[in-house]
């Protein structure tokens, strides 16, 4: 079946560092792939999407490529801020039809210090 | 954009008890709704699948009986944990799909629900 690898948080930064969360992907087919970002007590919001292979999503600074050859789709920031720190999903979708699941990685917990 | 509104955003509720949480598309009509739960430091697992006018479909190892969904309309879908336990407390989410939606957006989310039985 689907499923998504992600790195294990937490990620400590300082603020103006440059952000890098990893991600993998095996599916089946071509999946849609997300990033979801979860502030602290609200629910998910999309962040950005890629829906083919070297399509690049990008949202608010924030940039992901979709890469098959390496079924990766890595988010990264050049600079991130305090008000970045939150729980950071990666996820797809597979496009074979039926339901169309989200499969969701198990969530990068980013914290930026002043 | 589409605005997917979860109520309540949170309840406590004695052991024993039923709680019903709501989840409603505000500007769209949505085919599919999704209900996930995410523990604590971990993702979020779907439990089931509810297609407006039919039953739903659950994942393995959900409870059927114990979380009843009902997708009564295309705009509002329930989850109700019946006969609650301190194990079922969590953060419950709804995600929903709309009317003809492109298979290459994201779904909208619900803030989450969470519950906490004492």
């Known amino acids: 079946g689907d499923s998504v690898t992600q790195m294990e948080g937490p990620v400590t930064l300082s603020e103006e560092a440059f952000l890098t969360i990893n991600c993998t992907y095996t599916?089946?087919?071509?999946?849609?792939l997300f990033w979801y970002v979860q502030y602290p007590g609200e629910g998910l919001q999309l962040l950005l999407k890629?829906?083919?292979?070297?399509d690049k999503g990008s949202n608010k600074g924030f940039e992901a490529t979709y890469r098959k050859e390496t079924t990766s789709f890595h988010l990264e920031k050049g600079s991130v801020q305090v008000s970045d720190s939150a729980v950071y999903f990666c996820?797809?979708?597979?496009?074979?039809?039926?339901?169309?699941?989200?499969?969701f990685g198990i969530g990068t917990k980013l914290q930026v210090i002043p | 954009g589409a605005v997917v509104s979860q109520h309540p955003s949170r309840v406590i509720c004695k052991s024993g008890t039923s709680v019903k949480i709501e989840c409603r598309s505000l500007?769209?009509?949505?085919?599919?709704m999704f209900w996930y739960r995410q523990f604590p430091k971990q993702s979020l697992m779907l439990m089931a699948t509810?297609?407006?006018?039919?039953?739903?479909?659950?994942e393995q190892g959900v409870e059927k009986d114990k979380f009843l969904i009902n997708h009564a309309s295309l705009t509002l879908s329930t989850l109700t944990v019946t006969s609650a336990h301190p194990e079922d407390s969590s953060f419950y989410i709804c995600?929903?799909?709309?009317?003809?939606?492109?298979?290459?957006?994201?779904?909208?989310f619900g803030s989450g629900t969470r519950l906490t039985v004492v």
């Open positions: 995600s929903a799909r709309p009317v003809g939606g492109a298979t290459n957006y994201g779904y909208t």
């Open positions: 599916a089946t087919g071509y999946p849609s």
């Open positions: 890629a829906t083919k292979a070297d």
């Open positions: 996820a797809l979708r597979g496009n074979s039809g039926g339901y169309q699941k989200v499969t």
């Open positions: 500007d769209f009509q949505a085919t599919t």
């Open positions: 509810s297609n407006e006018g039919s039953k739903a479909t659950y």
